[in-house]
């Protein structure tokens, strides 16, 4: 794997190493770490990189590792930069032969993933959009319950997005993050709504199995001085006849990180919450709740989808990185096989190019919905 940002002091290119890395599967060879020469090379020295395979542009890396042996340049270029810098790299990887990890939101328009998505087509590469939160083994489980049909038809879903760190106005106090993801020039028409919500609206789709058709939305701007919403509010209407609420607010002061998601069908419920992740409750109409656990060892209870994504013992608690681990882990099969002309075992997923498009799609309709008068606003991507 070679990288793209993610250089020192970088919040998540670490998270993406330690993920890539957990399996014993994927090897970092080659990073543009950053867009400042100095900083790219003293990160490629800091995470052992040979100094010819650190590069100070990520056109210098793509021209330079095309010329490789097939067997020694990388296979995957993982992108890890803020928004507004997605599309251009994952094009230009996409043009030399390289297949692609990206952060989400995708890109930084809606054109430019469809763009992204005929390139995917054309190429026949893969891309990997790091939707963390589809590699929770009790998510997968939750999917695989209301893909049984044990629940019923799925009629309500409520899913809430819960942060607490945007609270102040952190962007003009040196909070690197802060800056990039409030300003539209860098993060996009959507801030709240971009930067988490997208993550709620996909988990609702991913276990519901149903696609949002139609919203009603309303974006704030609690703190003064902010550019982007930092918190809103969402109908939703989904093909599947079901309707539920979406709500993403980073000004929820003393939150952490309260992703939290119910599923309720004509026999029962489900509930997660991604900060006690190991755990799935399942509520029926005439007959006691269960509690499902991660890697518990219930034999024929949970579907392999969740244990072929468990990694330790009951009581091992597996988390944020386990997940993002997961998502690196199906990846690298999914491509070590399609290099190598095998098949790819049933139980891989990882999100998409397609994913990506409707992420995009969420944040275009959610904003239009917002500065609209209009009672719904049909989904259109």
């Given at each position: 794997?070679?990288?793209?940002?993610?250089?020192?002091?970088?919040?998540?290119?670490?998270?993406?190493?330690?993920?890539?890395?957990?399996?014993?599967?994927?090897?970092?060879?080659?990073?543009?770490?950053?867009?400042?020469?100095?900083?790219?090379?003293?990160s490629g020295r800091m995470l052992f990189l040979p100094e010819e395979r650190t590069y100070n542009t990520y056109d210098e890396m793509f021209k330079a590792e095309?010329?490789?042996?097939?067997?020694?340049?990388?296979?995957?270029?993982?992108?890890?930069?803020?928004?507004?810098?997605?599309?251009?790299?994952?094009?230009?990887?996409?043009?030399?032969?390289?297949?692609?990890?990206?952060?989400?939101?995708?890109?930084?328009?809606?054109?430019?993933?469809?763009?992204?998505?005929?390139?995917?087509?054309?190429?026949?590469?893969?891309?990997?959009?790091?939707?963390?939160?589809?590699?929770?083994?009790?998510?997968?489980?939750?999917?695989?319950?209301?893909?049984?049909?044990?629940?019923?038809?799925?009629?309500?879903?409520?899913?809430?997005?819960?942060?607490?760190?945007?609270?102040?106005?952190?962007?003009?106090?040196?909070?690197?993050?802060?800056?990039?993801?409030?300003?539209?020039?860098?993060?996009?028409?959507?801030?709240?709504?971009?930067?988490?919500?997208?993550?709620?609206?996909?988990?609702?789709?991913?276990?519901?199995?149903?696609?949002?058709?139609?919203?009603?939305?309303?974006?704030?701007?609690?703190?003064?001085?902010r550019m982007l919403d930092d918190d809103g509010a969402v109908l939703l209407r989904f093909d599947g006849g079901a309707t539920?609420?979406?709500?993403?607010?980073?000004?929820?002061?003393?939150?952490?990180?309260?992703?939290?998601?119910?599923?309720?069908?004509?026999?029962?419920?489900?509930?997660?919450?991604?900060?006690?992740?190991?755990?799935?409750?399942?509520?029926?109409?005439?007959?006691?709740?269960?509690?499902?656990?991660?890697?518990?060892?219930?034999?024929?209870?949970?579907?392999?989808?969740?244990?072929?994504?468990?990694?330790?013992?009951?009581?091992?608690?597996?988390?944020?990185?386990?997940?993002?681990?997961?998502?690196?882990?199906?990846?690298?099969?999914?491509?070590?096989?399609?290099?190598?002309?095998?098949?790819?075992?049933?139980?891989?997923?990882?999100?998409?190019?397609?994913?990506?498009?409707?992420?995009?799609?969420?944040?275009?309709?959610?904003?239009?919905?917002?500065?609209?008068?209009?009672?719904?606003?049909?989904?259109?991507?």
């Amino acid at each position: 794997m070679g990288m793209i940002g993610g250089g020192k002091d970088a919040f998540i290119g670490a998270i993406h190493r330690i993920a890539a890395n957990m399996d014993g599967q994927v090897e970092l060879v080659c990073g543009a770490l950053s867009m400042h020469p100095d900083v790219a090379q003293e990160s490629g020295r800091m995470l052992f990189l040979p100094e010819e395979r650190t590069y100070n542009t990520y056109d210098e890396m793509f021209k330079a590792e095309a010329q490789r042996p097939a067997d020694d340049r990388m296979d995957f270029v993982t992108i890890v930069t803020p928004n507004f810098a997605h599309f251009a790299p994952a094009m230009q990887a996409l043009e030399n032969g390289f297949n692609v990890v990206i952060e989400k939101p995708i890109t930084f328009t809606l054109e430019e993933a469809k763009q992204l998505k005929a390139k995917v087509e054309e190429t026949g590469l893969m891309l990997l959009l790091t939707h963390t939160y589809a590699g929770y083994p009790m998510v997968k489980e939750a999917r695989e319950i209301v893909k049984s049909g044990a629940l019923g038809k799925v009629r309500k879903i409520y899913v809430e997005y819960l942060q607490g760190w945007l609270s102040r106005l952190s962007e003009r106090e040196g909070n690197a993050q802060a800056s990039w993801r409030t300003d539209p020039s860098k993060s996009g028409k959507a801030g709240a709504m971009g930067d988490i919500g997208t993550h709620a609206a996909h988990l609702a789709e991913f276990i519901s199995g149903q696609k949002i058709s139609e919203l009603s939305a309303a974006l704030n701007i609690v703190v003064d001085g902010r550019m982007l919403d930092d918190d809103g509010a969402v109908l939703l209407r989904f093909d599947g006849g079901a309707t539920g609420t979406l709500t993403a607010s980073q000004i929820a002061a003393g939150e952490e990180n309260a992703l939290k998601i119910r599923v309720y069908g004509e026999n029962g419920g489900l509930e997660w919450n991604q900060m006690e992740p190991n755990t799935l409750i399942v509520r029926w109409l005439d007959k006691p709740a269960e509690i499902l656990r991660a890697g518990a060892g219930y034999t024929g209870h949970l579907s392999a989808s969740a244990t072929s994504n468990c990694r330790t013992p009951g009581g091992h608690p597996e988390g944020y990185l386990e997940a993002f681990g997961n998502l690196y882990r199906n990846f690298a099969s999914a491509l070590s096989a399609k290099i190598e002309g095998r098949q790819v075992p049933e139980w891989i997923d990882f999100p998409s190019v397609d994913d990506g498009i409707r992420g995009m799609a969420f944040i275009n309709n959610v904003v239009a919905s917002n500065e609209s008068n209009e009672k719904w606003t049909k989904y259109t991507i």
